[in-house]
């Protein structure tokens, strides 16, 4: 389903011309202002958005690019840094609709489309102990086709695991429209016959620069570093056909020669044991002079940050004690440490490696003696700070200043020397907050600083940087691109990096592959000196009460992956970007791009937050949206709010009433009335119903749970009043067992386990509050949560007890519910314990169940749906080691997301649903062709309304996983 906004509502887009081509066209003000940005610092709003649904739809979108004389720009993750992905004629989605990955040879290859997500691609790998050879920091939210445009590397893939190194066939589209699949057996042959030029004219140029001793000593000085400007001009070297070199060139020409459909990689061994040490020195040269020995000692990743890289490490809370300990007595003032790790297949494969490292270690000054540890919570501790540096710096910049980031490599005895000498460089031009860290074992080292792009003085300044910072790096004999690529930033430069006889060898590889200069002017190659300093983006506030909590974006498209309007609205980037844009739009713009905002931004938004569990710098676009929610409400609605949460459990009795006449009322009806009623009052007022909507479900215990043997209670059960509103699955158990529902399924498995549970008093007018909270009704949050903590103070008698509550989002809810209480209220609250039910099942009813011999039947498979709430609890591994006790295979689905159903925004926006869970379900249907009953035996979750929006996805009945448990035990 396209949606566009008319009115405030959604409505079917009528067919077009494009349909039947492959592809949809958009051309309204908010979605060319939203595709404008990246996450680099340059801003082209492109004329034509496209979406296409294949191969055949790029095509047919290029030709539609070439009659309306538009020049044409490939964009996926939009996470590239130097302007390769933004351009000002016709943006080519290639990443909605091109995520499907195949996993070949047991692992040994892969083979996936565009827009898969690197995280996601080694997902689908790990379950064969394999990975991809790229390994960039921006793997969370990166794709395969700009690790292929950008020849990306990374952190210990070096020079011979990048994406140029690890390519094994791909299929592309040149600018003429050809269909080229390089692994094809007689692929040299069909070049040959569909693109004589082109075949003729790269067997030209092979054999003129091998012929050259000059050019040949160039191209292998400059490939011998990792190396990202210009072409890859070292495929005239490394392969003899036509198509072989045709296919190199690929790599790393950002979108400027063809676009690479398809791409299959030879993958690398998952080394799982890793051995990791942060090591402290009182100077830089200090840390660059103990290079040499660390990586004769075997590392994958050897990984600097200067002083004031350490300075950001020691203000995250979340970092490693020992990078947080360095802001301690004198401070941090010139340390400089090294991230350094070691990787093996198995423990005695490591156990060399350690000693190695030892060895060395031992034989260093340092500043704070060192530990090699092994444990996985240090390690993720140590690198996360190292990965978020990028993201955590730019988040803090001074108001109006630009991120930017650059991507620099030398010889790596000239490593010292040049970090010293940038040094010099930022005093020089007054970037005195440049920060600096990278990729030592390589000499390759990113830098930032944050210039006024917008101030004509800063620009100034920031051009005569930039041609200082040029022969700097040349002067170092090094490249002035290592892995970002070239994109605009370094293309007036290419030439002088490289020399005339190879840089006229680049040119001619353009004029080969794109006659006409249509793929992506003014990137890799310019005429234009200054193509650097044009179309910068010049950073805006949001304004008002947003500015303080989205003006720290930087647009790194991190939170885009796990976004579940990603596909059918916009994203929590884009979100951020428009709320900019809205604050300084001509008056014109402005009215149109809030009209569409409301329902591509506020009303689609899921407002599950998952987007800040992504976000280096901390951003929660679901509050935002809760906020825009809130100042639309008007007061009477804010009263009416607080009412509901005063008469609670009559409201639930009229909803349960409700539910229960829609239940004998022909669906056909139903549906049609609940369409007429969206279409005269709104529809993100009132929910779609139809056939799947189950009916009421059976009203909350108020009972407790005596223990065995006369025991003191364990805990106080907080039921959901969602098991109230909703009926349990119809199904979903083997041997067509009925489910009973969470609450239900979990007071049996305590029963069963002897554990005792307190029901607070009152319990079926009490609710965690997301109903309000999602709403933007703080009021009637504010009086619920002052309700609650009331019953469960009393309850948990002081919060002796913990509070378990038998769903994911309303755990979650009541986590979340001190934001909503006074300051002294919060305090109080802080005292209570919330934990889901599953955890409480994983970590006391499960033992207690072995202990009395409670036996378990197991399953062969289950597929295992996690919740936003769960991630957000830190409870998916309690979900799979629960679920895992019931199958001998319990899956969790590389694609899983959040399944956009939230509360009830699954019926106000059914599109939101169908869209988030479109990947997950079309895993689990490929799951199930493996198998040999062609389904799972069960399909779980902990959250009712997420079961429902996954039923719905996938036509099979999901229950929680309690109820699969207590079926499992009878």
């Not at 609710?767 to 709403?775: A, H, L, N, Q, Y």
């Not at 079961?947 to 309690?962: Q, W």
Request: hydrophobic share 40%; net charge negative.
């Amino acid at each position: 389903m396209t949606a566009r906004l008319t009115t405030g509502r959604t409505r079917r887009r009528p067919p077009s011309p494009e349909d039947a081509l492959g592809y949809e066209l958009r051309t309204d003000l908010l979605t060319r202002v939203a595709h404008a940005h990246d996450a680099s610092h340059y801003l082209l709003r492109p004329e034509v958005v496209v979406r296409a649904d294949g191969v055949d739809g790029v095509v047919a979108a290029m030709r539609e690019a070439s009659r309306r004389g538009l020049p044409v720009t490939f964009r996926s993750g939009g996470t590239s840094l130097s302007g390769q992905a933004s351009g000002a004629g016709m943006l080519i989605d290639t990443r909605t609709r091109f995520t499907r990955v195949e996993v070949l040879d047991g692992g040994e290859r892969v083979r996936c489309q565009p827009g898969a997500t690197l995280r996601l691609v080694n997902g689908h790998l790990a379950r064969h102990g394999r990975r991809l050879g790229p390994d960039p920091a921006s793997e969370i939210a990166c794709t395969v086709g700009g690790v292929v445009a950008n020849n990306s590397s990374g952190m210990s893939s070096g020079t011979t695991r990048t994406a140029y190194r690890t390519v094994e066939s791909m299929t592309v589209v040149l600018a003429s429209g050809t269909v080229v699949d390089t692994g094809a057996p007689d692929a040299d042959a069909r070049l040959a016959a569909r693109e004589p030029d082109l075949h003729r004219g790269l067997a030209a140029l092979r054999d003129r620069v091998r012929s050259s001793p000059a050019m040949r000593a160039e191209v292998e000085r400059q490939f011998a570093m990792k190396n990202t400007m210009g072409y890859s001009v070292n495929a005239l070297l490394d392969h003899d056909s036509p198509v072989k070199i045709l296919e190199h060139l690929l790599v790393g020409s950002e979108g400027t020669l063809g676009w690479v459909a398809d791409v299959t990689f030879r993958t690398v061994p998952l080394l799982t044991k890793v051995a990791t040490t942060l090591l402290v020195f009182d100077s830089l040269e200090r840390a660059t002079d103990a290079l040499v020995p660390l990586g004769l000692s075997g590392p994958e990743a050897i990984e600097l940050m200067d002083a004031a890289s350490l300075r950001v490490a020691a203000a995250d809370p979340k970092a490693d004690p020992s990078m947080r300990s360095l802001a301690r007595g004198a401070g941090i003032t010139g340390q400089t440490a090294l991230l350094v790790e070691y990787r093996a297949a198995t423990d005695d494969a490591l156990a060399p490696l350690q000693d190695a490292a030892r060895a060395v270690v031992d034989g260093l000054a340092l500043e704070v003696p060192a530990t090699l540890t092994t444990d996985p919570a240090t390690r993720e501790r140590l690198w996360r700070v190292r990965k978020g540096l990028y993201t955590a710096v730019a988040g803090a910049r001074p108001a109006g200043a630009t991120a930017l980031l650059e991507d620099v490599v030398v010889p790596v005895p000239d490593l010292t020397a040049t970090v010293r000498d940038l040094g010099g460089l930022f005093a020089r031009h007054g970037y005195d907050d440049a920060v600096t860290f990278g990729h030592a074992k390589d000499g390759n080292l990113h830098f930032m600083i944050s210039p006024r792009l917008g101030d004509p003085a800063e620009l100034d300044r920031y051009e005569a940087f930039s041609d200082d910072l040029v022969d700097l790096v040349l002067g170092h004999r090094g490249s002035l691109k290592a892995e970002h690529g070239t994109g605009r930033i370094m293309a007036p430069f290419v030439q002088r990096q490289y020399g005339d006889d190879l840089y006229a060898v680049m040119r001619e590889i353009k004029s080969l592959f794109d006659p006409r200069g249509v793929l992506n002017p003014g990137v890799v190659l310019t005429d234009d000196p200054r193509e650097h300093l044009r179309d910068l983006k010049v950073e805006a506030s949001a304004g008002g009460e947003d500015a303080p909590l989205v003006d720290r974006c930087v647009e790194c498209g991190y939170c885009e992956p796990g976004c579940p309007s990603r596909t059918v609205t916009t994203t929590p980037r884009q979100r951020i970007a428009l709320l900019k844009e809205l604050a300084v739009a001509p008056e014109g713009e402005r009215e149109e791009l809030a009209k569409a905002y409301e329902y591509w931004g506020v009303q689609t938004c899921a407002a599950d937050s998952m987007c800040v569990e992504a976000c280096p710098v901390g951003i929660d676009t679901g509050v935002v949206m809760k906020g825009h929610r809130a100042r639309s409400n008007p007061a009477l609605v804010q009263k009416g709010g607080e009412a509901l949460a005063g008469s609670w459990g009559p409201v639930v009795d009229v909803l349960r009433g409700a539910l229960g006449v829609v239940q004998k009322v022909p669906t056909p009806v139903v549906r049609v009335a609940s369409e007429v009623a969206r279409g005269a009052v709104g529809t993100d007022v009132v929910p779609r119903v139809d056939g799947d909507l189950p009916g009421p479900g059976p009203q909350r215990e108020e009972a407790d749970l005596a223990a065995a043997d006369g025991d003191a209670p364990r805990a106080v059960l907080f039921a959901s009043c969602m098991g109230e509103l909703f009926a349990p699955a119809d199904g979903g158990l083997p041997d067509d067992g009925r489910p009973v529902g969470a609450e239900a399924a979990f007071r049996a498995l305590c029963e069963r386990a002897g554990v005792g549970l307190v029901v607070p008093q009152g319990i079926g007018g009490l609710c965690c509050g997301t109903p309000w909270v999602s709403k933007g009704l703080p009021d009637g949050a504010a009086r619920m949560a002052r309700q609650v903590l009331d019953a469960l103070w009393t309850a948990t008698r002081g919060g002796e007890l913990p509070v378990v509550c038998d769903a994911s989002s309303c755990t979650h809810g009541l986590v979340e519910t001190p934001h909503h209480l006074s300051a002294q209220d919060a305090a109080r609250f802080a005292r209570l314990r919330i934990v889901d039910a599953v955890t409480f099942v994983r970590t006391d009813v499960l033992p207690a169940l072995a202990a009395r011999g409670v036996d378990v039947e197991r399953l062969p498979s289950v597929v295992v749906h996690p919740t936003c709430a769960t991630v957000h609890l830190g409870a998916v591994d309690d979900l799979r080691a629960v679920a895992a006790a019931v199958a001998d295979d319990a899956v969790v689905p590389a694609a899983w997301g959040c399944c956009g159903f939230a509360g009830d925004r699954g019926m106000l926006h059914p599109e939101l649903t169908a869209a988030a869970t479109h990947a997950e379900a079309t895993e689990v249907a490929a799951g199930e062709r493996t198998l040999p009953d062609g389904r799972y035996d069960a399909y779980v979750s902990n959250n009712r309304t997420c079961e429902m929006g996954m039923a719905r996805a996938t036509g099979r009945d999901y229950v929680h996983v309690l109820e699969l448990l207590e079926a499992a035990t009878r």
